[in-house]
């Protein structure tokens, strides 16, 4: 099956596009599609907002569409930043800023209250108006600093995930505590929110489009 994929953020895509394509699907991001419109997000939650693009794009294209809605919810600050993770510092997408407001919103917060956790909202739109949508989460914790690594974007590598993948599908406790940026895409993708997300979304795709 063809499908949009409802984002403009490179490293959102490259993770959906890795993920579909692996289920067998061909993935067009917004700019092979000449796509240029930006729906405003209103929603109050991640699954409002994730449909809110699904079916803006699936519009807009006539494909099935993937939309994305994911942030980060940090216990000590109330489950902020949450939906507004990737304007949280008052710009949208600036993920410098974004980290440093983090860390000086926690920075006298100990060791042992620092659970966070990566949020996922995962949403199919079909042409018919027909959708699917699919959560995922990865508990973890905030980094006192960041742990850059060759793969991450966003709050990456302040979010320290309480386990990571293995090649024979396992997972194993983070006891090195790296960072989401510090994993291999494949390390990743087995614990990640968007990763539980879109294994949801793939298990239940099929009988999805029989109905």
Known sequence: ???????NNAGKLKELRRILEAQGHTVKSLKELGVTIDPEETGTTFAENAKIKAEAFCQATGLPTVADDSGLCVDALQGAPGVYSARYCGRHGDDEANNDKLLANMENVPAEQRSAKFVSAVCLWMPDGRNLLCMGEC?????FARK???????YDPLFIPANYGLADGTTRPNTEQRSYSQLTPDEKDAISHRGHAMEKLGQQLAAFLEK
Request: aromatic share 10%.
């Open 1 to 7: 099956m063809e499908i949009c994929a409802a984002t």
């Open 139 to 143: 508990p973890g914790s905030i980094a």
């Open 148 to 154: 850059p690594g060759e793969y991450g974007f966003g």
